[in-house]
């Protein structure tokens, strides 16, 4: 059974670049939240994907935005780079499905991302 | 706004017991969690208390107290790989989970 899955591992852009990061759910999993965690930080909360739409969003601007594809798969982009998101991009998935409920989170191993 | 305190540092030694304290303030609470990471790694999922009272894991037991919006983190017989950096967390009704700024516990022999 395979985890949480996300690529790439390690990424460097400059200033003003764009960036995709991706990631697979769980097996069974049919949601998908994004966080950012900053060096000596918690992670914190970027946006959740559902039935392919955005359900929940956290302070981060317009310039962070996201995509679910129809097999459960996350994409998140983040245009105009700058120096403050060099951080750790963590995916977690769930299964929430249309009942809400704060079901267990499954982290993957995340994508540092570097801007120089 | 939504907020939680944790200690930021906690060291003990092998075979002992700690406590990891976590506050929240926060609306539309459904719960709270505990997350390790070890260095460059992904959070791993600890535990979950969505009533009041303990929750036994193992090695691992988490409390909460709705009323006095509090809950504990505690880990018993310690061992080196123990050492990690560990985070409480509060779930809302739509799974969106708030992470304190974590505790790092040193594990020596």
């Known amino acids: 059974d395979a985890g949480v899955t996300q690529s790439p591992t390690h990424l460097i852009k400059t200033r003003g670049q764009q960036v995709t990061l991706r990631c697979s759910p769980k097996s069974g999993h049919d949601t998908v939240s994004w966080y950012q965690q900053a060096l000596g930080q918690g992670p914190q909360f970027i946006f959740q994907y559902y039935e392919e739409e955005e359900r929940q969003r956290g302070n981060f601007p317009d310039r962070f935005s996201g995509h679910q594809f129809p097999n459960y798969s996350s994409e998140l982009n983040v245009n105009a780079l700058l120096l403050g998101d060099s951080a750790l991009y963590l995916c977690?998935?769930?299964?929430?499905?249309?009942?809400?409920?704060?079901?267990?989170?499954?982290f993957g191993p995340g994508t540092r991302l570097t801007v120089l | 706004g939504q907020s939680l305190e944790q200690p930021s540092e906690v060291t003990a030694v092998e075979g002992a017991i700690v406590q990891i304290n976590c506050t929240y303030q926060t609306s539309g609470f459904y719960g709270l969690s505990w997350y390790q990471q070890h260095d460059g790694g992904a959070p791993t999922f600890l535990s979950y208390?969505?009533?009041?009272g303990l929750e036994e894991t193992g090695r691992f037991s988490s409390f909460l107290s709705r009323s006095d919006s509090y809950g504990y983190l505690l880990l018993q017989e310690l061992q080196m790989k123990d050492s990690a950096s560990y985070f409480c967390a509060v779930g809302n009704q739509g799974g969106k989970l708030i992470f304190g700024q974590g505790t790092e516990l040193s594990v020596k022999p």
């Open positions: 977690a998935s769930s299964l929430l499905g249309h009942e809400a409920s704060t079901d267990t989170q499954y």
């Open positions: 208390n969505a009533l009041d």
